[in-house]
């Protein structure tokens, strides 16, 4: 009964419980890919080895312009899972307010899918920050063209020679693990910043509507 509010634990439960529960996502116009709930927490695993090995550390923000598939959900788990900071970005805002978020977060890695890497390095010519950039996108396919030449990485060739197993630590429930920014609202967007503990009581919420 006496354990943090923490996010690694939705997923360590899931695998548990349900670990031959199908997630559905779709990654294109006619491209669906399935996986289970166990095949995402050794993914999960994978990318949380790769996260370290680019020296991510805690408090690091590591910023996604993607859309809600597998590798995003993976994204959820595996940064906060080593106590780094999961930045979703909308794709919808403006370029100038993109370019602010990105550089007021001081992202320090941007996860982009394959479809946005053009309007990625439009932004990105706005500012002066240059964090590094993993394309969302399939091993094998070629990384779309852009100014950002071989600084372009792909995620599924970065995680492949991880481990599948991760052993999370714990720590502070209260500990940051995402970030997002208002839009739509006077001035530059505002961040708002979720902890563990917020992230889970809303999971439990939600959880309880479907009971």
């Known amino acids: 009964m006496h354990q943090p509010l ?20 779709r990654t294109g116009e006619e491209c669906t890919k399935t996986h289970s709930i166990e095949e995402i927490g050794k993914r999960a695993a994978q990318l949380s080895h790769a996260l370290i090995a680019l020296k991510i550390k ?6 996604t ?26 794709p919808r805002l403006p370029q100038k307010q993109l370019g602010y978020i990105i550089e ?5 890695l941007i996860f982009v899918d394959e479809g ?10 706005l500012i ?10 399939d091993a094998g396919v070629p990384l779309p063209l852009s100014s950002f030449g071989a ?10 020679n991880y481990e599948v197993h991760f052993e999370y630590a ?31 009581l809303h999971a439990m919420q939600v959880a309880l509507s479907f009971s």
């Open 170 to 200: 714990d720590f502070d429930e209260n500990t940051a693990s995402g970030l997002c920014y208002t839009s739509g609202t006077t001035g530059s967007p505002k961040g708002v910043l979720y902890s563990h503990r917020s992230t889970t």
């Open 104 to 108: 007021h977060a001081n992202d320090a």
């Open 116 to 125: 946005l890497v053009g309007l990625l390095d439009a932004v990105l010519r």
């Open 151 to 160: 600084e372009l990485s792909n995620y599924e060739e970065m995680i492949a």
């Open 65 to 90: 312009l993607a859309w809600n598939d597998h590798r995003h959900l993976e994204l959820y788990y595996a940064v906060s899972g080593i106590g780094a900071v999961c930045h979703t970005i909308n």
């Open 6 to 25: 923490l996010i690694k634990n939705i997923l360590m439960h899931a695998r548990r419980t349900f670990p031959a529960t199908e997630i559905v996502s």
């Open 128 to 137: 002066k920050n240059r964090p590094k950039i993993i394309v969302l996108g």
């Open 58 to 63: 805690t408090g690091d923000r590591v910023a």
